[in-house]
């Protein structure tokens, strides 16, 4: 059984470019997580989903940052015109959302460096 | 205040000895709580729940202090194996991690 699938693991992207990072959780889970973790930082909660809708995106950044999870398909983190502090690895986390206290299972995260 | 604090360390520890980390939380009501694992440049890994009872796997010990509001971690027997970040994690849903205690065990 495959774990949570991230993609790429490594981007490197020029300021003003966009960046595009994909999960695909682990199978039977229709609920998705993402965290980003700045260098010698915790991680920190951005946005959560469930299969075509958006269910808490408190952690969002409002400007330059979106997220779907569309009915077919991995779910994208979208981060458009990209700037140094963006750099930073993504993590995506998936649980089967059957309610009460749920293990989150992560992926092994995608390094964004933005030069 | 943050939601959840930890002391970063890090902490420096012989094989053998026992190490024990706490955490501060800011939310009263929370319920939930975990100690996950994050290796260097790696995604976080659960280690263990934490119960109101306190619970145990193998040399790992997990206590919740409610009245104080701090949650505990403590490691007997420490193996080389063990150096890693542990990070003390609060919440159901939308986990609010602390920014992690780093523990490097030395031969």
């Known amino acids: 059984n495959a774990g949570v699938m991230q993609n790429p693991r490594h981007l490197v992207r020029r300021r003003g470019q966009e960046a595009r990072l994909r999960c695909s959780p682990m199978?039977?889970?229709?609920?998705v997580y993402w965290y980003r973790q700045l260098p010698e930082e915790g991680l920190k909660f951005m946005v959560y989903l469930q299969k075509e809708n958006i269910i808490d995106e408190s952690g969002m950044p409002k400007e330059r940052f979106s997220a779907e999870f569309p009915k077919e398909g991995p779910s994208i983190l979208r981060i458009q015109q990209v700037v140094r502090g963006d750099s930073a690895a993504y993590f995506c986390a998936s649980s089967p959302g059957t309610g009460g206290e749920e293990r989150l299972f992560f992926g092994p995260g995608t390094r964004l460096t933005v030069l | 205040r943050k939601e959840v604090e930890q002391d970063p360390g890090p902490f420096n520890v012989p094989e053998g000895a026992t190490v024990a980390f706490n955490c501060t939380y800011s939310?009263?009501?929370?319920?939930?709580f975990f100690w996950y694992r994050q290796d260097c440049r790696k995604e976080p890994k659960l280690l263990m729940s934490?119960?109101?009872s306190g619970n145990e796997d193998g040399r790992f010990t997990a206590q919740l202090n409610r009245a104080s509001q701090y949650i505990s971690l403590l490691i007997r027997d420490s193996k080389l194996s063990d150096s890693a970040t542990y990070l003390c994690?609060?919440?159901?849903?939308?986990?609010?991690f602390g920014s992690g205690t780093r523990l490097q065990v030395q031969p």
């Open positions: 199978k039977g889970h229709s609920h």
């Open positions: 994690v609060e919440g159901r849903r939308a986990l609010t």
């Open positions: 939310n009263s009501a929370s319920q939930s």
């Open positions: 934490v119960y109101s």
